[in-house]
């Protein structure tokens, strides 16, 4: 089974200051998506990597996936209180079938807790 | 983006009852899953609620514990059945969008008492 490893555990930050949340697959990434987490709620759908080298931005929100595909990084920049929450990264194990469509299938790292001070 | 409604949010049951979670998609969908959250856990896959046939269990959950109804493309329910205080938990659906997203509902926060 493919394990996610998500660094660090916790993370309380200053407002206004840069973070990067790391996760790290034992196995190559076929499929690498991120999520925000509000206590006790659903997760937000924030960004979807595939390829390797690839780069996504969504306001101050940054993701990366390595050339081997086998480990991602989440950057936040200028963090504000609303950044709040657990991040999550999450793996499909399988290959794209011919049409490219994802099976949805996802395996999660433990979490990222994000605590951002005014 | 699938929008996703789950019902209930949250719920307070006494132990040995059964709750069942309802999930409802605006859209047409292939692939549905449920997905449990322990306290302080991470999300782990109970099953694919498949269109038409019997759900598929990963290893560790059983159909008697947790049936699955999955009657059309966009609507499926998860029972919690003979609860204990360990099933306390979030459970959430999930949808594969038809690119290449995963997308989640709102969860349902079980309490077992």
């Known amino acids: 089974s493919q394990e996610l490893e998500q660094s660090p555990q916790s993370l309380i930050v200053q407002e206004g200051k840069n973070l990067t949340i790391n996760c790290t697959s034992s196995k190559t990434l076929y499929g690498l998506y991120w999520y925000k987490q509000k206590y006790g709620e659903g997760l937000i759908f924030l960004m979807m990597?595939?390829?390797?080298?690839e780069e996504k931005s969504h306001e101050k929100i940054t993701a990366k996936l390595d050339e081997k595909k086998q480990q991602s990084s989440l950057h936040i920049t200028a963090s504000q209180p609303s950044h709040a929450g657990i991040y999550l990264c999450?793996?499909?194990?399988?290959?794209?079938?011919?049409?490219?469509?994802?099976?949805?299938?996802?395996?999660f790292g433990q979490g990222t807790i994000l605590t951002v001070h005014p | 983006s699938a929008v996703i409604s789950q019902k209930p949010s949250r719920d307070i049951c006494q132990r040995g009852t059964s709750l069942t979670i309802q999930c409802q998609v605006d859209s047409q969908v292939t692939m549905m899953f449920w997905y449990r959250q322990q306290p302080g856990q991470s999300l782990t896959l109970i099953a694919t609620?498949?269109?038409?046939?019997?759900?598929?269990?990963e290893s560790g959950f059983v159909i008697d514990k947790f049936p699955i109804s999955r009657p059309n493309l966009t609507f499926s329910t998860l029972t919690v059945s003979n609860m204990s205080p360990e099933d306390s938990s979030i459970y959430l659906c999930s949808v594969a969008g038809t690119v290449v997203e995963a997308f989640f509902g709102q969860g349902t926060r079980l309490t077992v008492v």
């Open positions: 990597l595939q390829k390797g080298g």
């Open positions: 609620a498949n269109q038409g046939s019997e759900a598929t269990y």
């Open positions: 999450g793996a499909d194990p399988r290959k794209w079938n011919a049409g490219g469509t994802s099976y949805g299938k996802l395996t």
